[in-house]
Nanobody
Framework: VQLVESGGGLVQPGGSLRLSCVAS????????MNWYRQAPGKGLDLVCS????????SYTDPVKGRFTISRDNAKNTLYLQMNSLKSEDTARYYC??????RGQGTQVTISS
């Protein structure tokens, strides 16, 4: 299993970012997928999830209405569109499946 995240960076509050996660080594199209984040000095938190066919999604309350998870099974790619970013969204973001596999993450820093 290999998961490679990209798209992180430094943006100002209120800005947007789109994260991507390219998956390989497993049947991505039949796998529920998740985005997690870990803020400095804190534990790993589940941010959002998506069903294998993309029809069902769920979000943690702090990101509802601002983040959108999606996937392209033809490209084996998971996405996270993040809008109206806040300083408290600063964290390292990871994609992962329901079996404990995660990538190396991509850093998102929200600061003016």
């Amino acid at each position: 299993v290999q998961l490679v995240e990209s798209g992180g960076g430094l943006v100002q509050p209120g800005g947007s970012l789109r994260l991507s996660c390219v998956a390989s080594g497993f049947r991505f199209s039949v796998s529920y997928m998740n985005w997690y984040r870990q803020a400095p000095g804190k534990g790993l938190d589940l941010v959002c999830s998506i069903s294998n066919d993309g029809t069902t999604t769920s979000y943690t309350d702090p990101v509802k209405g601002r983040f959108t998870i999606s996937r392209d099974n033809a490209k084996n790619t998971l996405y996270l569109q993040m809008n109206s970013l806040k300083s408290e969204d600063t964290a390292r973001y990871y994609c992962g499946d329901n079996f404990g596999n995660r990538g190396q993450g991509t850093q998102v820093t929200i600061s003016s």
